[in-house]
């Protein structure tokens, strides 16, 4: 079953810019987690948020959550072209101790 | 560490053909994932162990998929018959205990290509 909804599918910018990642899901979560996928490579985890976290910071990673809402963003400050990628969001499917990954973001970054 | 090891890095065989893929998850992690990804149906969970043990094979496509985790630094997802819609890339992960609160450190996957 499809449980994070990322939004847009497909994100564009220059260099320097911010890009914001949206994720929506369906079902109360424990805990909500963004991964990075380079091309032709595996999933690499960035951060986790906990269902009581409302705001997460990593370096230049902000990570929100809004369980009212269902719905998680990830932004990327100063993006660089190292940054080109495609992002998903995982939930944990309701308590189980799996994941469910979303359809991602492809994310270009411009020189 | 070495990470996640898969084998092999890339598979091409031909449709009937029994494929076998193979999994070293991280020293000490407790459960291994197995996913399949395609561009049309994303990133999907086929099967999970926690402790060597089956926990949940829901996502297994077909009687002709089938995984076993023989000890806690090995296992296999095989295909037999091979068809040529399995052709996709398969990930293994790996998490140090069972909680999901723990990351999931993936593979460099296997592309299978069934002609």
């Known amino acids: 079953s499809q449980q994070g909804e990322e939004d847009p599918q497909a994100l564009s910018i220059q260099e320097g810019e911010n890009a914001t990642m949206n994720c929506s899901y369906k079902?109360?979560?424990?805990?909500l987690q963004w991964y990075r996928q380079n091309s032709g490579r595996g999933l690499v985890h960035l951060i986790l948020?906990?269902?009581?976290?409302r705001e997460k910071h990593s370096g230049r990673l902000r990570v929100t959550l809004d369980t009212s809402k269902k719905s998680s963003s990830l932004l990327i400050t100063a993006s660089r072209a190292a940054d080109t990628a495609s992002y998903f969001c995982?939930?944990?499917?309701?308590?189980?101790?799996?994941?469910?990954f979303g359809q991602g973001t492809r994310l270009t970054i411009n020189p | 560490d070495a990470g996640v090891i898969q084998s092999p890095r890339h598979e091409v065989t031909e449709m009937g053909q029994e494929v076998t893929l193979r999994c070293k998850p991280i020293?000490?992690?407790?459960?291994l994932f197995w996913y399949r990804q395609t561009m049309m149906r994303g990133l999907e969970l086929l099967i999970y162990?926690?402790?060597?043990?089956?926990?949940?094979d829901s996502g297994m496509p077909e009687d002709r998929f089938s995984a076993k985790m023989p000890n806690a630094s090995f296992s296999t997802l095989k295909i037999q018959p091979s068809e040529p819609r399995d052709s996709a890339v398969y990930f293994c992960?790996?998490?140090?205990?069972?909680?999901?609160?723990?990351?999931?450190?993936f593979g460099p996957g296997t592309r299978l290509t069934v002609l």
């Open positions: 992960a790996s998490r140090a205990g069972t909680s999901d609160y723990n990351e999931q450190f």
């Open positions: 079902t109360s979560i424990n805990n």
């Open positions: 948020i906990r269902s009581n976290e």
């Open positions: 995982a939930t944990d499917d309701g308590g189980a101790q799996k994941l469910v």
């Open positions: 020293s000490g992690h407790n459960s």
């Open positions: 162990f926690n402790n060597n043990v089956p926990i949940d």
